[in-house]
């Protein structure tokens, strides 16, 4: 039900839109970290600028002073912190990797989360987010998607990370965990907002046991919710969907030399 009702437009995900562009796990990595505690907007609003002044590979990253990223990415907030992750990545990808970080997404699951969770500003969100969008069996779990999926019932509420992805990929089939995400991620911005959700236009209303929506009645989960129709009606999401379509390919060598 979610998904026929919601469209995954992958201009609204800059990962998607920068892994489209050039199937480079590197630069998907760099807009990642730009879109932490920002808007994926600011965010490639932020990757466009530091690819026309500095640009985005590990060799010019790493020998840019901190000050030209930092300028650079300026849209993306937190400018600072971000440019010195950003420099010290690139560093490690040239010297650690020789260039690349594209070996990392062949490595199984779990051994994948394990090397990228040791780069700079990437945490196991980032991580997540990296290899999903490289098709590995993983759920990246961002503030929307932690929302929502409590909201629903499908964690616990006062579940950590690793517990609600746990939750998410133990309720959902593995070629579902792509979709999943940006379904998560589009209802939370455009209808189970943080403060003010808008309860009478959800399409799954009846089914939320959500004790404080805003209806005009307040006459509120009458009935019973299965949270396998739950499940059901959240992973409906269209499989011709170009999204479920596209996983890139990262490149063996994206070094320069």
């Known amino acids: 039900m979610l998904g026929n009702s919601l469209s995954i437009r992958e201009e609204d995900f800059a990962t998607l839109v920068v892994a489209r562009e050039l199937s480079d796990p590197f630069r998907v990595l760099v807009v990642t970290i730009l879109s932490q505690s920002c808007t994926d907007i600011a965010a490639l609003r932020a990757y466009r600028a530091l690819e026309q002044k500095v640009g985005v590979t590990p060799l010019k990253l790493s020998r840019s002073k901190i000050s030209q990223i930092t300028k650079a990415i300026h849209a993306a907030g937190l400018h600072g912190q971000k440019a010195r992750a950003l420099k010290r990545l690139a560093q490690?990808?040239?010297?650690?990797?020789?260039?690349t970080i594209s070996?990392?997404?062949?490595e199984p699951v779990d051994e994948a989360r394990t090397l990228l969770r040791q780069l700079p500003k990437v945490g196991p969100k980032t991580a997540d987010v990296l290899l999903g969008v490289w098709g590995q069996p993983t759920i990246s779990v961002d503030t929307h998607v932690n929302r929502v999926?409590?909201?629903?019932g499908l964690a616990p509420q006062k579940a950590k990370y690793e517990e609600t992805r746990t939750a998410l990929m133990q309720l959902y089939r593995a070629e579902d965990y792509r979709s999943i995400p940006l379904l998560f991620m589009a209802h939370g911005r455009n209808t189970c907002k943080a403060l003010r959700p808008r309860c009478p236009l959800c399409p799954i209303e009846r089914l939320c046991p959500y004790t404080k929506k805003?209806?005009?009645s307040q006459q509120l989960f009458r009935h019973r919710f299965s949270k396998s129709q739950l499940q059901k009606s959240l992973s409906d999401a269209p499989r011709s969907s170009p999204v479920n379509q596209y996983v890139p390919k990262p490149t063996k060598n994206n070094a320069e030399h």
Not at 92 to 99: A, L, N
Not at 149 to 152: D, H, Y
């Open 103 to 106: 070996d990392i997404l062949h």
């Open 149 to 152: 999926s409590k909201r629903l």
């Open 214 to 216: 805003t209806m005009q």
């Open 92 to 99: 490690i990808t040239v010297d650690r990797y020789s260039g």
